[in-house]
């Protein structure tokens, strides 16, 4: 997939993967800027205009998709958000954007688990020139088809591994492949391969699958850009209990997200409801009633309500019952003693209403018959209705 999208009214270029926009000037110059709307993992600096003298010379600077770091700028230069900038590599120089500055970027160090006073941040050599903007923009256009050849060497040597994506370094001297594997993968040949084919310095980065996730980007069943590419930097493990503790339903289509693993999402409340659970109680067998055995159907956690049916099979006709109600009535059953009538005297009421289906409420011909009432009467009106004359 292309990312980069024309627009042929201005003839600018937006760079969905490092958040930016490319235009040539008629003199044909390249300027870029920072596109906030694309940019992935971005942080609202709620401690803008404020400066101290230990965070004015760090930023946080990113490149594509999700890859970030943490920079010192050693050159004197002043610089703010939004500028492009050539940074400190391994080796060559890499170029980058600025998406944070100022105090909340200590902030952004402290939740990343990195200890300013230890870091070892890499510097910011200056201002990204015009020739440093060609030579990245040249870089980037070699990525994809990078990405689809690599693809077919790895398929060629039947490794159990998939290349996700290709980022080239911003002099172009070195490409990074990020890729997924189950098991452990023998790259000698195939890193000697890449060399020989695409002449530059090969780094490969494995990754899950919900990191690729986070790369790629998309939008999830809530409607909402993905977290693990809108804000989320840490992935903790997701269990079938935690879906389990919420009463969800076990559906793995469900329960999957974009990367085919368990949603993220299913985390962010588990905790609440295992809390509520502990004052719920436990129901093994069906409430002993004179009318017959009740037995539960649906248990709202969070309110603390339990829907018992006195004929499990037809969840037509419902009695909802508080917890602590429901605790008493065992209680009683364990002692032999038998209930009444939950829907009479149980302390119970029928609930009729919560659960009606629109399906039923009306037919969907119900305004036709209105309207042909009112176009019969119109009708019946205007053929009573006497045409003035004309003498």
């Given at each position: ?34 596109t ?15 400066s ?16 970030k ?6 050159s ?13 590599a391994?080796?060559g ?17 402290i ?5 300013p ?22 870089a ?6 990078t ?19 290709v ?23 195939l ?30 069943v809530?409607?909402q ?16 209990q ?5 009463d ?8 999957a997200g ?18 509520a659970?502990?004052n ?51 209680q ?16 119970g009421?029928?609930e ?37 004359s004309?003498?």
């Amino acid at each position: 997939m292309n990312h980069l999208e024309d627009d042929h009214h201005n003839h600018t270029q937006y760079d969905c993967q490092r958040g930016c926009s490319l235009q040539r000037s008629s003199m044909g110059e390249l300027n870029c800027k920072m596109t906030n709307s694309c940019c992935k993992l971005s942080t609202y600096d709620w401690m803008t205009g404020l400066s101290t003298s230990e965070t004015d010379a760090l930023f946080e600077i990113r490149f594509k998709n999700t890859h970030k770091g943490f920079f010192i700028n050693s050159s004197g230069v002043v610089l703010h958000k939004g500028d492009i900038v050539a940074v400190e590599a391994a080796t060559g120089h890499d170029i980058g954007i600025i998406s944070m500055e100022g105090p909340v970027v200590m902030r952004q160090l402290i939740r990343h688990g990195v200890d300013p006073k230890t870091y070892e941040y890499k510097k910011i050599y200056r201002k990204a020139k015009t020739f440093d903007l060609e030579k990245w923009q040249e870089a980037i256009g070699r990525e994809h088809q990078t990405m689809i050849r690599s693809r077919q060497i790895a398929s060629s040597l039947a490794l159990n591994m998939k290349i996700g994506d290709v980022e080239f370094q911003g002099d172009g001297t070195k490409a990074t492949f990020y890729y997924i594997a189950d098991d452990r993968v023998d790259f000698r040949q195939l890193i000697k391969l890449f060399a020989e084919e695409f002449k530059i310095r090969i780094e490969m980065r494995q990754i899950g699958a919900r990191q690729e996730a986070g790369r790629i980007g998309g939008l999830g069943v809530c409607g909402q850009e993905l977290c693990c590419s809108r804000w989320m930097i840490d992935f903790r493990s997701i269990t079938t209990q935690a879906a389990r503790s919420q009463d969800l339903s076990l559906n793995p289509q469900k329960l999957a997200g974009q990367c085919g693993k368990l949603k993220c999402c299913i985390n962010y409340e588990a905790a609440v409801y295992i809390d509520a659970q502990k004052n719920l109680p436990q129901v093994h067998q069906p409430l002993d009633t004179e009318e017959g055995p009740a037995y539960l159907v649906k248990t709202d956690i969070l309110r603390g309500l339990m829907w018992f049916s006195y004929d499990p099979q037809s969840l037509s006709r419902f009695v909802i019952l508080p917890a602590a109600k429901v605790k008493e009535f065992i209680q009683m059953n364990s002692k032999g003693i038998k209930l009444p009538s939950l829907s009479v005297g149980g302390g119970g009421a029928n609930e009729e209403s919560e659960f009606k289906s629109a399906v039923g409420e009306g037919s969907l011909t119900r305004f036709d018959s209105i309207s042909r009432k009112k176009e019969g009467g119109r009708r019946h009106k205007n053929k009573n209705h006497r045409q003035p004359s004309r003498d």
